[in-house]
Nanobody
């Protein structure tokens, strides 16, 4: 699976962005997907994950109630809607393709990554 992330940008605190991750390959609809982020000097961290059919989702505590992950298997795309953005959300956001139908929170268990899209939230 090849992934292409987009939708990042500069936004003021309290604003919103929607990230997209377009996938190529026939296996997209059968695998879990995840969004991770990496801030300067920090490790890549789990943000949100979604199972193969969208039936299960999960979020890191700091984004619960503000971010929503979703997917459109007909369009081979996974989304991350980010609302009420905070300066601490500033990072490069990556989408990852999981190795099975259920997402994990561990980056090394994702076998393909998009190129990343930068999100900058100003205070």
């Amino acid at each position: 699976v090849q992934l292409q992330a987009s939708g990042g940008g500069l936004v003021q605190a309290g604003g919103s962005l929607r990230l997209s991750c377009a996938a190529s390959g026939r296996t997209f609809s059968s695998i879990a997907m995840g969004w991770f982020r990496q801030a300067p000097g920090k490790e890549r961290e789990f943000v949100a994950g979604i199972s193969w059919n969208g039936g299960r989702t999960g979020y890191t505590d700091s984004v619960k109630g503000r971010f929503t992950i979703s997917r459109d298997n007909a369009e081979n795309t996974v989304y991350l809607q980010m609302n009420s953005l905070k300066p601490e959300d500033t990072a490069v956001y990556y989408c990852g393709a999981g190795a099975s139908d259920y997402y994990t929170r561990v980056a090394v268990e994702y076998h393909s990554w998009g190129q990343g899209t930068l999100v900058t939230v100003s205070s």
